[in-house]
């Protein structure tokens, strides 16, 4: 009997003690909420606006869109970038609508002044032409961009979406739907090549 009341003081010592360090020292648990090592970046550090989409390329460097320009992080400090007019080697407009790091490495800028992409071996950026019939309105806003398994590139204009080919020239358009008011919000490519676009019609358009 001495051996069992030993053992059952002991096991309520332990079950005391951790009710003390959990319930009556609560304390405790938020000084390592609060000491958790979050650092914030805004104006006073070079972030030029509010940031849309966030991206790593293979570098590591972290690039960010904005309505005021494009930002590349590394880490320490940001780089700026913006439109500059006469500029081919400047990004085609300040408002950034995407980014996408393609396989190769390429830093895709979807903008609402047309697409471009950061060529690292050229350390510049290449805008790409498209036609001067891609829509009514809105003509050169680009929504969003993609690539498939195929290393192709998609955009997404406000009523279609476009593929580029050879030499990143337009090689095909689709218009997915003859809906008043349609425009394209974003596009998916999955596993199997099947396409998924969002619109602003509460409706996901599948096309494969």
């Known amino acids: 009997m ?3 009341i030993d053992s059952w003081i002991k096991q309520a010592c332990l079950y005391f003690c951790f009710f003390f360090v959990f319930c009556l020292s609560p304390e405790l648990i ?12 805004g104006e006073s550090s070079g972030l030029p606006a509010p940031v849309f989409k966030i991206v790593q390329d293979h ?13 590349r992080f590394d880490g320490k400090s940001f780089r700026i970038y913006t439109s500059k007019l006469g500029d ?6 300040n408002i ?5 790091v393609a396989v190769d490495n390429r830093i895709w800028i979807a903008t609402n002044g047309g697409i471009c992409y950061y060529d690292y071996q050229m350390a510049q950026f290449v805008n790409v ?3 001067s019939n891609l829509e009514k309105s809105d003509l050169y806003r680009v929504h969003c961009i993609r690539q498939d398994a195929f290393g192709r590139i998609w955009i ?28 394209i919000k974003s596009i998916f490519i999955d596993e199997h090549e099947n396409l998924f676009i969002g619109t602003n019609q509460s409706e996901i358009i599948q096309w494969n």
């Open 2 to 4: 001495p051996i069992v």
């Open 30 to 41: 938020l000084a390592q909420e609060v000491l958790t090592p979050f650092e914030r970046f």
């Open 59 to 71: 570098y590591g460097f972290i690039w960010l869109a904005s309505a005021d320009g494009l930002a």
């Open 88 to 93: 081919s080697t400047s990004i085609p407009n």
């Open 96 to 100: 950034i609508n995407d980014i996408l």
């Open 129 to 131: 032409p498209l036609p």
């Open 156 to 183: 997404a204009t406000k009523t279609s979406i476009h593929r580029l080919g050879d030499s990143f020239k337009l090689e095909a358009s689709f218009h997915p739907s003859d809906v008043d008011g349609l425009v």
